[in-house]
């Protein structure tokens, strides 16, 4: 027994079947991603600055080319704690930002001093 379709219900599963193969490559393409990547590196502080908005921080280390970003609710806990010239341990989430990848620091003590 077998089940007969219109032609307009099989239109619809064709185009149903468009849009999710449209949607498998574009995953695939763009590298869209449900999770980010858990990372841990250590390095020297090189620099530390202040985002234009926001409170929130921007660590260089020089052992990384990316950035590492502390949220404002992370940087007003870390604030005043470290300094250019500090070795640090930091655990955090790979993100990218404006076709950027850096590392996003969710909580104060995922960044610590060595």
Do not use: N
Request: zero cysteines; proline letters at 3%.
């Amino acid at each position: 027994m077998g089940i007969w379709l219109q032609r307009e219900e099989k239109i619809a599963v064709v185009l149903l079947l468009m849009a999710l193969s449209t949607l498998a490559v574009a995953y695939w393409a763009f590298g869209i991603s449900g999770s980010d990547e858990d990372v841990s590196l250590s390095g020297k502080i090189v620099s530390i600055r202040e985002t234009r908005t926001g409170g929130h921080l921007i660590i260089t280390l020089d052992s990384t080319p990316m950035q590492i970003f502390l949220p404002s609710r992370v940087a007003k806990e870390v604030r005043g704690s470290l300094s250019a010239g500090d070795h640090v341990q930091v655990r955090g989430h790979l993100t990218e930002y404006m076709g950027r990848s850096e590392i996003e620091v969710s909580r104060p003590f995922d960044i610590t001093r060595m």
